[in-house]
């Protein structure tokens, strides 16, 4: 199984659109979006932002993995 590790994340404030590089085996709990620089966090039931924002999900969830 090939995991990705770029997920194109949006701000749900401004809706900026930044290609990322997710940690392996970690979640990311926070983001600063650099265009409005508001901190973003998971939604309810997420465990990052990229599962909530981005287009593919953490690696570990991606591995079916538990994560954080």
Do not use: W
Not at 7 to 35: D, R, V
Not at 38 to 57: A, H, L, N
């Amino acid at each position: 199984m090939q995991i990705e590790l770029r997920s194109k994340i949006t701000c749900p404030e401004c809706g900026h659109e930044k290609e990322e590089l997710m940690p392996e085996n970690a979640c990311q709990f926070f983001y600063e979006c650099e265009n409005c620089n508001k901190v973003i966090k998971p939604k309810e039931g997420d465990c990052c932002v990229f599962c909530s924002y981005g287009t593919r999900p953490c690696p570990p969830v991606q591995k079916n993995q538990s994560c954080c």
